[in-house]
């Protein structure tokens, strides 16, 4: 069992740069622009986590990572995002492409809300001057359509199902985690959207459609949402991003996306040295580059950089994987004392796990008969043994110990 994949979705109203932030994450060529509904299928696709590589603190000189990359002692971890068409109020009742898209997002752990802080398009994803629309408005019909999909999901056979978990006398957050399994939902999503419904302590079958309603946003509560600020290069933004802080009760990353495409394409052209995340960037060679690019970079380096500490971009997938899903990045290594597997790459695995992850669990997501076999772990950084119960701490580095294991 290699370690659990986690899966978030990139979400929002029409036009506002989810693709864009997709296409900045992943440097996958998707189709981008300033119209409603240009994104008709979902993409799915491979953007990193950023952290600082264990090999830094254990004196190193590199390592060799066999997925995702290291550079500067910064560790891109990969991870899975997915990309929909965009929504727009009333999607639930097919207004614009619908929220059948919004299927796609059912395996995702926990999603990224792309807002246009700018308010430069209208509800329905229109251009409009910047400063025209509400986002935190915005925030609130997406809430609106994610609770009217999940109702739907959630209503269909109902009554079907109330009366026989009233029969069969099965635990009710048993049947409703494993009615909703295909949402992602688990027993304490269910619980927490029990409690959040008030519902606790009602049968199913007496269960009104209000009730379903609350149970909906009481799932979607349950999944975690950060909210991604974006068009911050735009100044109309700086306004709306404070209100968001105040007004919203989710994580806020303020972010331009357009601004951590460019960079990552100019870094890539050989432009410019610029790590994903950064604070600046370098122009490399500026004889390469018009007038029209410097002003481009420049404008950048002033009004999202300088102003905003970084594009967001890494920040937002940051976010969403270490603190709303809080995973943490281990190493498992063959050798403890090198560091390295058995063809003596340094290293070479990071996995992002869920916090409180033991050594055991590791073991069986290294190798099934790893895991049957397990005798003790090693933390290569302190050499001292763990037991199969160690709960794994950022940035360990593990070796297993095991009976029989698999050469
Ligand atoms: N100023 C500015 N414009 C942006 C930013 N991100 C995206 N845009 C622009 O917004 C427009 C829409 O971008 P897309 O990425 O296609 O938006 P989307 O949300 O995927 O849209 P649909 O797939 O059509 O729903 C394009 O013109 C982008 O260049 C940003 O950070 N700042
Ligand atoms: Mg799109």
Redesign the pocket.
């Known amino acids: 069992m290699p370690p659990p994949e986690r899966l978030v979705g990139v979400v ?1 109203k ?8 997709f296409a900045a994450a992943t440097m996958a060529s998707v ?9 008709l299928e979902p993409n799915v696709g491979v953007g990193y986590v950023r952290v600082r590589c264990a090999h830094v603190e254990l004196g190193l000189p590199r390592c060799n990572p066999a997925k995702g990359y290291c550079v500067d002692g910064w560790r891109f971890v990969p991870v899975k995002l997915v ?1 929909v ?2 929504l727009i109020p009333g999607a639930h009742e097919g207004r614009g492409l619908g929220n059948q898209f919004l299927d796609k997002i059912r395996q995702a752990d926990a999603i990224l809300l ?1 807002v246009d802080a ?1 308010g430069a398009t209208d509800a329905d ?1 229109n251009p409009v001057p910047p400063g025209t629309y509400d986002p935190v408005e915005e925030v609130h019909f997406l809430e609106r359509e994610l609770d009217e999909w999940i109702y739907s999901i959630i209503k269909r056979d109902w009554e079907k199902f109330a009366r026989k978990v009233a029969t069969t006398g099965e635990n009710v957050v048993d049947a409703l985690a494993r009615r909703l399994s295909g949402l992602s939902v688990r027993r304490e999503h269910v619980e927490k959207a029990l409690e959040y419904a008030g519902l606790v302590d009602k049968k199913l079958t007496s269960w009104s459609q209000e009730d379903l309603k609350m149970f909906a946003t009481g799932i979607r509560r349950a999944k975690p949402i950060v909210v991604v600020a ?5 100044p109309e933004a700086e306004d709306n991003v404070k209100r968001m802080r105040r007004e919203l009760k989710y994580p806020i990353v303020p ?5 951590e495409l460019v960079l990552r394409r100019a870094a890539r052209a050989g432009y410019i040295r610029y790590i994903p995340g950064d604070s600046d960037f370098e122009i490399l060679d500026d004889s390469r580059l018009s007038l029209q690019q410097k002003r481009g970079l420049e404008y950048i380096r002033e009004n999202v950089l300088k102003k905003w500490g970084s594009t967001g971009v890494q920040q937002a997938i940051n976010k969403v994987f270490l603190e709303a899903l809080n995973m943490v990045v281990v190493y498992p290594v063959e050798d403890a004392n090198k560091y390295t597997d058995g063809r003596g790459r340094v290293l070479p695995d990071a996995y992002l796990v869920p916090r409180g992850t033991t050594a055991r669990d590791l073991a069986y997501m290294v190798h099934t008969d790893l895991g049957k076999t397990f005798l003790y772990a090693i933390n290569a950084k302190t050499k001292m043994r763990v037991g199969e119960d160690y709960v794994l701490q950022d940035g360990d580095v593990i070796k297993i110990v095991a009976a029989a294991a698999k050469k």
Do not use: C
């Open positions: 929002g029409t036009n506002v740069g989810k693709s864009t932030f189709e981008i622009g300033n119209r409603p509904f240009v994104t990309d068409p965009g792309i700018a994803g974006n068009k911050v290069d735009i972010a331009s996306a357009l601004a």
